[in-house]
């Protein structure tokens, strides 16, 4: 019993060794942290390499031109263009040729329930903002895995570090559900970590993404004032405040959304799982299945219950469920 006391007060000892508090960890990290600015938002990033900036994909979505900020200066700096890119798990790597900085170190465990974390970044256009909290849950969302955070996240905090005890990187904010209490979201390391291993030295415009990844603007059809309405914002999405006003088959409801035109298109799996659980905020849903854009086996798509959330593929040819039409912002 002795012998087990003194291992437990050894083992508490490190831990609280290496463990830094809040001001030492921004001190450490703020540095190699930016505020990202394009034509159409803001969002946050940090250096993975002295010149490569890591960040959500949705923050420089849409746009032609990007700076950043040092999270430490107010002097803007060019960003040249992405060297890597993987939209499936919303992350992007920037080159800023101009800029030389630390990166910040990535962790060698990986992320646990229960784990303290920290996160730096620019909610609602703040520089420079730490929160801090804990891993509250382990998520996966249409095959993706998501960590669950109570660190305070807001919109422009997405694309920030999401750091440990000891200032290293275990993940990036990425969204969070406003229809409730400190259920913030972030994607762990070990998918930037696969994207840095494929990036590429030149970089391409960021321009070069919109004419393969974005719908053009086309004039609304006949369905749009009535079905757009005053849209909701959750996440990094926008939800149309209507249904179509019948339900339809799944090429049907794809076809009807992006008739909607200026980017407004069907959700996928993910976003219609964050919309049901803002279904209240949201509001005026029927209880029906509603189509999501992801396909499954066969003549199968995704779709997802309004009445108790149960997400389920069924025969796309000849079901016919409800739609409601999402966008990116």
């Not at 921004?26 to 969002?43: A, R």
């Not at 420089?60 to 993987?86: F, H, M, P, Q, R």
């Amino acid at each position: 019993m002795k012998n087990l006391i003194i291992l437990s007060f050894v083992l508490s000892s490190v831990t609280h060794f290496f463990s830094q508090d809040a001001s030492l960890i921004y001190k450490n990290t703020v540095n190699s942290t930016v505020t990202i600015l394009t034509n159409d938002g803001q969002g946050s990033g940090f250096f993975v390499a002295p010149n490569i900036i890591a960040t959500n994909y949705h923050v420089v979505e849409g746009a032609t031109n990007a700076s950043c900020i040092l999270n430490n200066s107010d002097i803007e700096y060019k960003i040249d263009g992405y060297v890597g890119v993987d939209k499936s798990v919303d992350l992007i790597l920037l080159k800023v040729s101009t800029l030389n900085k630390p990166s910040i170190k990535f962790a060698v465990t990986t992320a646990s329930i229960g784990q303290k974390v920290y996160v730096i970044g620019s909610p609602q256009g703040l520089p420079a903002t730490i929160s801090d909290g804990i891993i509250s849950g382990m998520r996966d969302f249409e095959g993706i895995k998501l960590l669950q955070m109570t660190a305070s996240i807001s919109p422009g905090s997405s694309g920030g570090p999401v750091l440990n005890s000891i200032g290293e990187l275990i993940g990036i904010s990425v969204s969070q559900l406003t229809d409730g209490q400190n259920l913030n979201f972030a994607i762990p390391k070990s998918y930037l970590q696969i994207l840095l291993d494929f990036k590429k030295d030149t970089p391409s415009a960021l321009s070069s993404l919109i004419s393969s990844e974005k719908p053009k603007k086309e004039a609304p059809n006949s369905y749009s004032a009535s079905i757009i309405g005053k849209p909701i914002r959750i996440g990094s999405i926008e939800v149309a405040q209507f249904e179509f006003p019948k339900k339809m088959i799944w090429d049907d409801a794809v076809k009807a959304c992006t008739d909607l035109g200026n980017g407004w298109r069907l959700p996928t799996k993910y976003e219609l799982n964050l919309i049901y659980l803002s279904k209240d905020k949201i509001s005026g849903f029927s209880l029906y299945a509603h189509w999501s854009s992801n396909k499954s086996v066969f003549d199968n798509a995704w779709a997802q219950s309004f009445k108790d959330g149960e997400q389920f593929d069924d025969n796309m040819e000849y079901r016919l469920f409800s739609v409601r039409a999402v966008r990116s912002f």
